[in-house]
């Protein structure tokens, strides 16, 4: 397409020359038109229909809507990820002329009446000085005026946020943009459209200036943002909207940070399988938050969702919002009384920032004062009733009151009861009294309309004329009609300026004069209406951080209800919070899966002797739902909630992590080993003795020996270095041995019954390990045909024989008590387990020739339980006789059995010669 095409089409491409968006909608009188591509892209987006326009000999495609309702459109554009730029129609001396005003792009499109938090983001890397990596990250909302920024220096804490925020726009640094794989890792982690704004905006110091322009010099070391990257993601997010043109940066007035220290760790993986705010299939139904939902606002959906996926440590704010919740727990009338004065409440967020923006049209204002109005209203709902008891007053009165009811009685005095959509038309905005001139000018309108209002009686009595009317139209302006019968009787004044099929039109000098009068004052009206309405609008948006606090204050107290509200129709409990290590839940629940399942409840008991929960059992006994529960009670008790338990004592976890079986994520074709090892990897290195880790799975993602012995090396590393409370949940039954050599390590199972072939599920959790493995048991189940079933039973057993696993106990110097490593040889074949002491590298120890594997004392540091002492009362068959004394078919048998690298033997060979043993020793006993 050229330039050259002339007239409006010319002046089209020329402006869509001029700008980067990908759309642009031209005002073309009361229309925005999109020509050429644009408007054959718009109506393929939108069906819309295409007309052709011809310009300049040529014809070009051509879509439009009306001014009214480019609104709908722009966002519907957006949210199919286009920038679009609107350009605006000027009149000037000679016609009028077109300029873009702003592009309108997923993350500055203002939504005032969308629900969801739509966040703009913009992240930035720095190498560093020293090789440490940087990130910065900025999180802006233009519809509310939220702004946050922090520094981070893991990529996985970039990716935490970024899940958090679900921002719907980013804007990646140049520190991101040059290196290709960071540019990818970032795009994998979010759905938000990627935009590459002008790398000039990201220079540190040209956003510290802009900052602190913004939010004052102050503002950045408030927030302890110092570090360069996170500077020029903020400056360049400010910059951006300032550059879109959406015109709301006074109503961004705070920056705030993002205090990673304060709250608990949950990166990004596990806050998607717990499926927080979004379930593992992307779906919002069945999610926690969904779940918890019974906020009245959709401030209060965005705070829940915020407390949700920032959960807390600072004890003292949990204990006060979980007063609260108490309180409105039992107050069932007074939370009631309550949600239903916040129902339909405005989003006073989003108000302030529509009035900043200058946007904010009468019934806006209408509905900051009657969101105002609810400060007196939920003060009397509270007061005399168990919520006065509790924090719930204080949250209340947390915004400035008297500034509020200042606001209030302002727009009380300023606005009319009920004010038209706009400035203009029959006026009516400002309420009467309020300016003494504008009161004139309406008076002495209404008198001249009522002058109109009566001419018709008037005429008919003095001129002795039936069949008249008044009335007034754009083209005629004011007329008289009188009917054709009578129109031949109307007297000589009367001018006619039309014939209609049954009646005429005139007027007269004074009509016409009078309408000139009407005209004048209607338009002196509009434009003093519009005065004063501006100057209440510049009033409001002055207040934009008292609106803000009033609708934070308002979103609180919503969402302290609903979960009261939770808690009180799903007999939660009040979770108690410990110093100490015990982490004790009685009848705990899934909050999610108790809502549409007769739920079994199980108990889960931790402490500093037993910190590692293995857990086994059948495939879909509960295992998974069982430690997401767990998690879930912990975060919830985190987010100031009442949790799904009868009874529950925490401790303060600084961080939950998880990963979750490589077949469930399989399904979603996400997982492949290496993310496996990634988020282990992540979980090993970020996780303490404070945090909470969930393992569902781990090592499945790849052959057997190998997956087995990372499991079993992660657990011993979880358990004696990083010390975290953990549940693995394990198809490795082998796995379970570990709790006899490892002294925190416990066993549990979800127990199932098998009763002639069937499994019937328990769902009950209870102490120790599973007594099968029940994998060939789903085969059966799956219809797996019975020779295979039972050949497989064989194989397990046969395979069963032929492992020997070490579990390799106490390892760091302050970890557990003994400074010794020791090891324990898991000898299948034997059927025991044996510990040698003094090894340190893991590796099984040498045996000595002939011997066997060594049998010796099973103790593993001072903590063993008292059982896995016991040495192994009858050492194995092959362990005990002398070489001399051993039939030289069995010495041939052991000489290949010490032969065999078990690990790197293809199983089918493995089985082969086992079976050949077999027939050799049979063979020898006959
Ligand atoms: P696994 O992890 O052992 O394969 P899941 O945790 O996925 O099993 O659970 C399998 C099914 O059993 C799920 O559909 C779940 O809803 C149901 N379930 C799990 N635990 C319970 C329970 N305690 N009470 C009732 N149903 C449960």
Redesign the pocket.
Known sequence: MTTDAGGIVGEFLSLKESTDADVLAMQCGDFYEFFADDAELVADELDLKVSQKSSHGSSYPMAGVPLSELTPYLKALVERGYRVAVAEQYETDDGHAREIERVVSPGTVVDPDGAEARYLAAVEHDDGDDGHDSWGVAFAEVTTGRFHAAAFTELDDVRAELHRFAPVELLPGPGVREDDARLADLRESTDARLTLHEAEAFAPGRARHRLGEQFGGQALAAVGLDADPAVAAAGAVLHYVDETGAGVLASMTRLGGLDAGGRVALDATTQRNLELVETMQGESTGTLLDTLDHTETAAGTRLLREWLTRPQRDRAELERRGKAVEAFASAALARDRLLDTLDGTADLERLAARATSGSAGPRDLVAVRSALERLPELAAAIDGTALADSPVPDVLARPDQGAARDLHDELAEAIAEEPPGSIGGDGGVIARGYDEELDELVAEYEEAVEWLDTLAEREKRQHGLSHVSVDRNKTDGYYIQVGKSVAGQVPDHYREIKTLKNSKRFVTEELEERERTVLRMEERREELERRIFEEVRDRVAAEAELLQDVGRALAELDVLAALGHHAATNDWTRPEFTDGDELQIVAG??PV??Q???????DLHMDRERGFLI?T?????????????CALISLLAQTGSFVPADAATLPLVDGVYTRV?ALDELAQGRSTFMVEMQELSNILHSATEDSLVIL?EVGRGTATYDGISIAWAATEYLHNEVRAKTLF?THYHELTALAEHLPRVANVH?AAEERDGDVT?L???REGPTDRSYGVHVADLAGVPDPVVSRADEVLDRLREEKAIEAKGGGGGDSVDGAETKQAVFDLSAGEFAANVGGSNGKRPDTPAGNGPAVATAEAGGEVPDDAAEPATEPAAAAEPTEAGIDPAIEDVLAALRETNVNETPPVELMARVQEWQEQLDADEE
């Open positions: 629940r899934h899966v108790e549409t399942t007769d739920f079994v409840p199980n857990v059992g059948p495939n879909m006994s509960g295992k998974s739902t069982y430690m997401r529960q079986g569902d949940a979800v599920f769902r009950r959790v």
